[in-house]
């Protein structure tokens, strides 16, 4: 960019105080959080996050440096929101992945509760996996799957949770073929995604950072490379 559009030094080291003032809501958020998904916490990293994406793109335009945080892009994945200001009516639409990490648990929490079911199959249908997911889901509530998941032998991958406004309710019935057809980006609210891409900073293994502390001994150590949050 031309030095006329470059930003100053004063609104980079502003940009970096709000970094740091956002940094610190962020971590009195997740002192006082209520529990896994407690909005509070949502709604501080987002901030935290859109004020080091301000400080990263002033710092470069400034210094030519950059950070070493990237938060993965949730919100600029959509487009500008273009619903109306006060919906009517609202989806939500839910995506939470699995792995199955433990088949066998997963096939004897099934089996036990088609035993304790008067009217069940006697272990018919829970002898496969497909057929003790189907049990599984049929007997519990997604989000009591969610909080139980290592009961029933299943690993958490991503999930998301979207908000869409809507103009009316729909129709009993109406969507039921389709559910997930019309889930138009540019009505999302607000959106919460977690995913352990979030946490994880690639700065290698134990091993290499004790061989690098080993060769610099009592030399300072200089910032590592991470990919960015």
């Not at 440096?65 to 929101?81: M, N």
């Not at 099934?110 to 006697?122: C, F, H, K, N, T």
């Amino acid at each position: 960019m031309s030095d006329a559009a470059q930003p100053t030094a004063a609104e980079v080291r502003a940009a970096a105080e709000a970094v740091k003032t956002a940094l610190d809501r962020h971590l009195a958020a997740v002192e006082r959080r209520t529990g896994e998904d407690d909005p509070a916490v949502y709604e501080a990293f987002n901030e935290l996050a859109a004020a080091a994406e301000v400080y990263d793109e002033l710092l470069y335009d400034r210094y030519d440096e950059v950070t070493p945080f990237e938060i993965p892009g949730a919100e600029d994945s959509l487009p500008p929101y273009a619903g109306p200001e006060e919906p009517n009516a609202l989806s939500v639409l839910i995506r939470r992945d699995y792995a199955v990490a433990e088949p066998q648990r997963l096939l004897a929490q099934a089996q036990r509760i088609e035993a304790a079911d008067d009217e069940g199959a006697g272990g018919a249908v829970s002898d496969t996996v497909h057929g003790a997911l189907g049990v599984l889901f049929g007997e519990f509530e997604a989000d009591e799957i969610a909080s139980r998941h290592k009961e029933f032998g299943l690993e958490e991958g991503d999930s998301t949770l979207w908000v869409l406004a809507a103009d009316e309710p729909a129709e009993p019935g109406e969507w039921l073929e389709t559910p997930f057809e019309q889930a138009d980006p540019g009505r999302v609210v607000c959106r919460f995604d977690v995913s352990a891409v979030f946490d994880e900073l690639d700065d290698g293994d134990d091993s290499d950072d004790e061989d690098l502390v080993d060769e610099i001994e009592d030399e300072e150590l200089e910032p590592l490379d991470a990919d960015r949050r």
